[in-house]
């Protein structure tokens, strides 16, 4: 084997392997992001279903405080200010569907997601649902949490 042969298959094999360094990096970088996005949907839907699945509002405000930061609390009582009394509602999500919105310039520490899905609502024995299509902005803090929420569509089905 000449030199000239020596060096041009050291120079593949170093090429080669760049590549392939690469390629896993870039592959574990996917990894880790698809992680991280199932992790913020899992947060997402834990605190939707925690604060539309409930049998008096005390107990949807308790169920969805670990979700949220003190801002996105109080961003779901209706006055905006004040905790709502408690009453006796039984409520329940079916169909829910999250879409979370990719920017071409995403802010990592923040993530909006458009939630759509059908509450169905019993107050003293009369029900009703609704297709409800709800904005939830995410922070992340020591773990992802629901910063803001904004209600986009309320329809009342026949």
């Not at 996005?37 to 604060?51: A, S, T, Y």
């Not at 609390?73 to 004040?82: A, L, Q």
Request: glycine share 6%; net charge neutral; charged share 25%.
């Amino acid at each position: 084997m000449t030199k000239r042969n020596f060096y041009a298959i050291w120079l593949a094999i170093v090429v080669l392997g760049g590549v392939a360094i690469s390629s896993l990096a870039y592959m574990s970088s996917l990894n880790k992001d698809r992680l991280n996005e199932r992790g913020i949907m899992e947060q997402n839907r834990k605190f939707v279903e925690g604060f539309f699945n409930f049998e008096s509002t005390d107990q949807r405000y308790d169920a969805i405080k670990p979700y949220t930061t003190e801002q996105g609390y109080r961003s779901t009582f209706p006055s905006g200010t004040d905790l709502p009394q408690n009453s006796k509602i039984h409520s329940k999500v079916n169909n829910l569907k999250a879409f979370m919105q990719k920017d071409p310039v995403p802010k990592k520490e923040e993530v909006e997601i458009l939630n759509k899905f059908e509450l169905t609502t019993e107050f003293n024995g009369i029900g009703s649902t609704q297709t409800i299509i709800m904005k939830t902005v995410l922070l992340e803090t020591d773990n992802w949490k629901v910063n803001d929420i904004e209600m986009i569509i309320q329809n009342t089905h026949e």
